[in-house]
């Protein structure tokens, strides 16, 4: 159940967050619809979940029910976005990032460098991965789609990705410190 303190506290994060995240982002204003914010939803969500709605843009972290923190999110291109049910098996603060085969032979002349080797980007400010990432598994093997950063905030509420979910840097790592290994996402 709500309670006054918990409201009082949920809001203050996301009002002490909002200034951050604005601020982080040089050149750049996310809108305000993108900021995180406690919403109400429907109280059958269970929490500890994560439930992402691709075409609305938002991920929904249900913090108890009838009550959920909501992200602005950018999703995959047309053809390219998870749907489904995972979990969360792997968690990692500044990732490598490589792109996937796939990403290799839809576009040579972007990845081409990767092509027949197994180089990484090393973490850090400049990765794709951004800050944080999670990586989402089924029936225990890796989907290669992840919940992560971005270097492109303007990314925020588009459909531009090969398929991961892109968060702001500060959303990410607040969303990183709120779930645990294990907790189950459904992407719709």
């Known amino acids: 159940m709500l309670t006054r303190r918990r409201f009082a506290l949920a809001s ?3 009002l002490m967050l909002a200034p951050r995240a ?6 750049y204003v996310v809108p305000d619809r993108f900021l995180p914010q406690m919403v109400r939803i429907k109280p059958s969500f269970a929490p500890g979940q994560i439930f992402i709605v691709t075409r609305l843009h938002y991920l929904y972290f249900v913090t108890e029910p009838g ?3 909501r992200y602005g999110i950018g999703v995959g291109k047309e053809g390219l976005a998870f749907q489904g049910q995972a979990v969360i098996q792997v968690k990692k603060k500044w990732p490598t990032w490589r792109p996937t085969d796939e990403m290799i032979e839809r576009d040579p002349r972007h990845y081409g460098k990767y092509k027949d080797n ?4 090393p973490g850090g400010p400049g990765n794709p991965l951004g800050a944080r990432a999670m990586y989402l598994f089924q029936n225990g093997r890796d989907t290669y789609f992840r919940i992560h ?3 492109e905030p303007q990314s925020i509420g588009r459909s531009v990705s090969s398929g991961c979910i892109r968060m702001i840097n500060e959303h990410v790592m607040d ?3 709120r779930v645990p290994i ?3 996402v459904n992407v719709i």
Request: charged fraction near 10%.
């Open 118 to 121: 197994t180089d990484a980007m």
């Open 12 to 14: 203050a994060a996301t």
């Open 22 to 27: 604005r601020a982080a982002t040089p050149g």
């Open 149 to 151: 950063g971005t270097i």
């Open 175 to 177: 969303l990183y410190e």
């Open 182 to 184: 294990g907790t189950v």
């Open 67 to 69: 009550q959920a923190m």
